[in-house]
């Protein structure tokens, strides 16, 4: 059985930075998140989604999907949290 401990602290994070953020920090999120895939096609090819979709309907993870779970919910957090803070904002 996957431990899923880790996934579900960060699913907690995302959700309290997702509720405290605003529309624009929301879609500045999404921007960095959409780009971060396409680097990824860019060097290794297509993201396959019906892979993706079918991770998110399985009742049970494997340890394999619970650290694809895990790692995907790290990246969220690591980039909505840069965003909510400010990191990477031109200063005037």
Do not use: S
């Given at each position: 059985m996957?431990?899923?401990s880790t996934f579900e602290q960060y699913y907690k994070l995302a959700n309290m930075l997702i509720e405290k953020a605003t529309k624009e920090q929301l879609a500045e999120c999404?921007?960095?998140?959409?780009?971060?895939?396409a680097h990824y096609?860019?060097?290794f090819?297509?993201?396959p989604?019906?892979?993706t979709l079918a991770l998110l309907d399985a009742e049970e993870p494997s340890e394999d999907q619970a650290k694809l779970l895990t790692v995907g919910m790290e990246n969220l957090v690591g980039v909505l949290g840069s965003v909510c803070s400010?990191?990477?904002?031109?200063?005037?």
């Open positions: 996957a431990d899923l999404a921007r960095l998140l959409a780009l971060n895939v096609q860019g060097k090819g297509e993201v989604l019906e892979e400010g990191l990477g904002e031109q200063k005037h």
